[in-house]
């Protein structure tokens, strides 16, 4: 899986849009973005994914540059519940062993009053 | 989203002993399951790739004696922890790649937590 880049750590006011970035430029034409999420103590929970489009679903909005090279995360109205460490995780779609999710550090988002 | 339950959540054992921890997709069939390990303030770190009627593959420096991964079904995968030892003491998380959504999305079990004694 190519790497990915992404700050350790990040601070959002409670009700504001929490924005995660994160480069991957050896990205290839074949691997999504995917990002995940941990709140302490549990498993890490799916959050979206991308491949050149940007997206958006219930929890989350992707943006992917037009070159792929980097993407943000956007959560519009950061909550507590929020705070969490974020992934992001670029992957092939295939079912060969390189379609296997390699973590990096991620970022600790803290959400607060 | 898919769901993925492990069980048991918690799990306490003595050394010496092996302890079993299952993984189920409740709403898709998985060919393929991943077994991590995490230790507190680190990251996850994948053990090993679960096939379905097929050997696990292991990640370099994974004792494929020591942890036994059985994928016997569509929906279940199980990891024994053989031989325990305190140091063996982590948070095991198992996950499953839906192959009906796109991209292939995997999902992530609640995590089992295992303390050796």
């Known amino acids: 899986d190519a790497k990915t880049t992404q700050p350790t750590s990040m601070d959002c006011a409670e009700g504001r849009a929490a924005n995660l970035p994160c480069n991957h430029s050896t990205i290839s034409g074949n691997e999504y973005v995917y990002w995940y999420r941990q709140i302490h103590s549990q498993g890490p929970q799916y959050i979206i994914h991308g491949l050149k489009n940007n997206e958006t679903n219930e929890m989350a909005s992707l943006i992917i540059t037009e070159d792929r090279k980097s993407s943000t995360l956007i959560l519009p109205h950061a909550t507590l519940r929020d705070t969490a460490v974020y992934y992001c995780i670029v992957r092939a779609s295939n079912t060969g062993t390189a379609s296997k999710l390699t973590f990096g550090t991620g970022t600790r988002l803290q959400v607060t009053l | 989203g898919a769901v993925v339950s492990q069980h048991p959540s918690r799990v306490i054992c003595k050394s010496g002993t092996s302890v079993k921890i299952e993984c189920r997709s409740l709403d898709f069939q998985a060919t393929t399951m991943f077994w991590y390990r995490q230790f507190p303030k680190q990251s996850l770190m994948l053990m090993a790739t679960s096939n379905e009627g097929s050997k696990a593959t292991y990640e370099q420096g994974v004792e494929k004696d020591k942890f036994l991964i059985n994928h016997a079904s569509l929906t279940l995968s199980t990891l024994t922890v053989t031989s325990a030892h305190p140091e063996d003491s982590s948070f095991y998380i198992c996950?499953?790649?839906?192959?009906?959504?796109?991209?292939?999305?995997?999902?992530f079990g609640e995590g089992s937590w295992l303390t050796v004694v």
């Open positions: 996950s499953a790649r839906d192959p009906g959504q796109s991209g292939n999305t995997i999902y």
